[in-house]
């Protein structure tokens, strides 16, 4: 099986004969949706299938995500209207992204990083088991699996003249992560709490938060990160709807203390799905998305605890995605820790951080179900 079939239909949007379609995928086809919905009679408006945009899918909410999922299901069963192979489409951008936000909701992850940069302190600073922490990025630099990623430029820590540096970076990393995608907005002033989770999110896309670490390490003191993290996040060209994971729920690992009230989530609140890194053809780490500290639901409970707004197509990722093994590791930094220990990549080659002409592919499956793979390759401008 190819991981595509009716108990997934991830979206997108593609072209195809020059039109831009929404589809949803199933397996190594795609399906028009407004072709299907011409040839049946749905439940619900079939406006929200017209595209060219998801957005209206997106933003239509719960009842309508369901009813078209059904609908689907059910019509697919036996109809064939609006089938395309997927070797005559070409994949776009699955919506446009208003809002981008970035977690640091790996325990692994976290401790990791803490051990790496402050090897005398302890790894976790106050306030990291009490709440989600994050940052903003920019949403115009989230670009489509298979989009070129160059290497940036920026200032690096001073060398023994006291000035720092400037040039292309030589920490040039990925963090493997899960994006969640918001259908359905909220209003400005209005917290979402977390058991509204499903109300608001569309679905799960793979995501890779693109870092280059040694312009991160001299900015990003006292507010964090910026240009370092800023000038590429890739995601996978398919959206997973919340409700093809459903059976893929599993209990937090445990959160000691127990959070604030707001924070506070009914089990199961994580997912158990399982991820691969991919450099050059060679699986250097598996990440396991159940061992994730802070779930999504309180992640979107946090950003929004503040009177912020949801706008449909804000993405937040889950951070980067480490469990407690070394072959789980999300990122290169946590792999090669920070640069002192290579890894092998294919035909015995060792990596610290990523060369020109690398290809980073990353994957997940969440039991029968494949994500969609997102990919990019390095390039100097």
Same mark, same amino acid.
């Given at each position: !099986?190819s991981?595509?079939?009716l108990?997934?239909?991830?979206?997108?949007v593609?072209t195809?004969?020059?039109?831009?379609?929404v589809?949803?995928?199933?397996e190594?086809e795609? *399906?028009d949706? &407004?072709?299907l919905? $011409?040839?049946?009679?749905?439940?619900? =408006?079939p %406006?929200?299938?017209a595209?060219?945009?998801?957005?209206p899918l997106?933003?239509a909410g719960?009842g309508?995500?369901s009813?078209?999922?059904?609908?689907?299901q059910s019509?697919?069963f036996t109809?064939?209207?609006?089938r395309?192979?997927l070797a005559e489409?070409e994949? /776009?951008? #699955?919506f446009?992204? $208003?809002?981008?936000v970035d977690?640091?909701a790996?325990?692994d992850?976290?401790?990791?990083v803490?051990?790496?940069?402050r090897?005398d302190a302890?790894?976790l600073?106050?306030?990291?088991?009490?709440?989600?922490?994050?940052?903003?990025? /920019?949403?115009?630099?989230?670009?489509p699996?298979?989009?070129p990623i160059?290497?940036p430029?920026g200032?690096?820590?001073?060398?023994?003249?006291g000035?720092?540096?400037?040039?292309p970076s030589?920490a040039?990393?990925?963090e493997a992560e899960l994006? +969640?995608?918001?259908? !359905?907005?909220?209003?400005?002033?209005?917290?979402v709490?977390a058991?509204?989770f499903?109300?608001?999110v569309?679905g799960?896309?793979?995501?890779?938060d693109w870092?280059?670490?040694?312009?991160q390490a001299?900015e990003?003191?006292?507010l964090g990160p +910026?240009?370092g993290? %800023? +000038?590429?996040?890739?995601?996978?060209?398919w959206?997973t #709807?919340?409700?093809?994971?459903?059976?893929?729920?599993?209990?937090?690992?445990?959160? =000691?203390p127990e959070?604030?009230?707001?924070?506070?989530?009914?089990e199961?609140?994580?997912y158990?799905?399982?991820?691969e890194v991919v450099?050059?053809?060679?699986?250097?780490?598996r990440?396991?998305y159940?061992?994730m500290?802070?779930?999504p639901a309180? !992640?979107l &409970?946090? !950003?929004t *605890?503040n009177?912020a707004?949801?706008?449909?197509?804000?993405?937040?990722?889950?951070?980067t995605?480490?469990?407690?093994d070394?072959?789980q590791?999300g990122s290169?930094?946590?792999? %090669?820790w920070?640069?002192?220990?290579?890894?092998?990549v294919?035909?015995?080659?060792? /990596?610290?951080?990523?060369q020109d002409?690398?290809?980073v592919?990353?994957?997940?499956?969440a039991?029968?179900?494949?994500?969609?793979?997102?990919?990019g390759t390095?390039?100097?401008?």
């Open positions: !099986m991981g595509f079939g108990d997934h239909l991830p979206y997108g593609v195809h004969q020059g039109r831009q379609l589809v949803v995928r199933l190594d795609v *399906v949706l &407004a072709s919905a $011409a040839s049946s009679t749905p439940s619900f =408006d %406006s929200v299938l595209g060219p945009e998801l957005a997106m933003a719960p309508t995500w009813a078209v999922r059904a609908w689907l019509t697919l109809s064939s209207a609006g395309i192979p489409i994949p /776009r951008m #699955p446009a992204v $208003a809002d981008y977690f640091y790996s325990l992850h976290a401790s990791n803490g051990k790496i940069f090897p302890e790894p600073l106050p306030n990291w088991r009490h709440l989600p922490v994050g940052y903003h990025g /920019r949403a115009g630099t989230v670009v699996s298979g989009t160059v290497r430029h200032q690096r820590r001073p060398g023994a003249d000035r720092p540096g400037f040039g030589q040039l990393d990925i994006g +969640f995608v918001v259908g !359905m907005p909220s209003a400005l002033g209005q917290p709490s058991d509204a499903a109300d608001h569309f799960v896309t793979l995501l890779n870092s280059a670490r040694d312009l001299w990003y003191v006292p +910026f240009l993290k %800023s +000038f590429a996040t890739s995601i996978s060209p959206v #709807p919340l409700a093809a994971l459903q059976d893929a729920r599993v209990p937090l690992p445990g959160q =000691d959070p604030l009230d707001y924070l506070r989530v009914a199961p609140a994580g158990a799905i399982d991820l450099i050059n053809d060679t699986v250097v780490s990440p396991p159940a061992s500290y802070w779930s309180q !992640m &409970a946090h !950003m *605890v009177g707004s949801l706008r449909t197509g804000d993405l937040y990722g889950s951070g995605i480490s469990g407690p070394r072959d590791r290169l930094l946590e792999l %090669s920070g640069g002192a220990q290579p890894f092998t294919a035909d015995g080659a060792t /990596r610290t951080y990523l002409g690398d290809t592919t990353l994957r997940a499956t039991g029968a179900i494949t994500f969609g793979e997102v990919e390095i390039g100097s401008r």
